[in-house]
C-alpha cells in the first residue's frame, strides 16, 4: 500500500495506469490508453509456440534482480546450456515481461556462429511481475524460465 | 542516433567467445505516455529490428519492442572465426537506421 501512496502523491499514477493497463485499478481502467502493440501473454506465448508446449528447464538461466528499485531499467540477463553445433543450437531466445501492456520485449535469433547462447538487455516493467525466457532449440522443442522481479517503482515516464 | 560497439575482453584468440555489447543511445517511446505539457501522446518511437553481421554474414537478428529501456543495450556472445569487420545495423518504426562496424581482431 506504501507504494500505490507514494505514487499518487506524485499525481503519476493516472500516467502509470495508462502505461500498465494490467496492474491498473478498476477505476482508472476507463483512462486506459492502447499501446500500438498490444498483446497479451497468452496470445504472445501462442505466436511463439504456434501451440506447442513450453517445458520448464535448468538449462534456460535467468539472471534479473528480485528487487528492481526502478522498473524503468532492470538488467536480464538469459543464457541457455547449449552446445551451438550446426547440428544442435538455440534458434531464438524469447524474452517476455508477464504483465506488461505489450509481453513482448525480444525475440533473438541466433546462429551457430554466436558460440554461445546467451543475450544481455535491459528492460521496462511496469511493477512486480514475471520475466519469462522462452528458448527455440533447433530440435523444436520450447524450454522455458521464469523469475519474479519485484519492482519498487514502476517504469513511468 | 549514436552507438557504440564494445567487444569484451580487449584481448581475444581466434576461436574464443568473446561478448558483444551494442549501445544506442534511443528515447524508446512506448506510445503510451503523455506530454506533461499537452496531455497529447507521445507517438510511439523504439528500435524494432538490430542486426549482427560478420563479413556480411548474419550471426544475430533481433526483434525489439518498446519494453526496452531508454538508451538500450544488447549483449550478445561471438564465437570469433578470424580477422574481419563486425556490423551492426539498427532500424527504429520510423524508418531511421543506422550502421556501426567495428573490426576484429584476433591476436594469435
Redesign the interface.
Known sequence: MERRSFLKSFGTAA?CA??LPHVASAADEAKK?????EMNYETAVAAITGGKALIPSAKVVISAPEIAENG???PV?ITVDSP?SDKEYVKAIHVL?SK????????????P????????????LGGTQDVVAIAQMSDGTFLTAKQNVKVTIG??? | MKTLIKIKPKDYKTGEVVKIDFMAMHPMETGMRKDKDTGAIIPANYIDEVKFLFNDTLITKMVIWESLSVNPLFTISFKVPGAGTLKVIAKDNKGQSVETSAPITPKG
Open positions: 500516467a495508462a502505461l490508453v492502447v499501446g500500438p502493440n524503468a531499467v532492470v540477463k551451438m515481461a506488461n501492456g505489450n509481453v513482448r520485449c525480444a525475440n533473438i535469433y541466433l546462429t556462429a554466436n558460440g554461445e547462447a546467451s543475450f544481455g538487455t535491459r528492460i521496462k517504469g513511468c515516464g
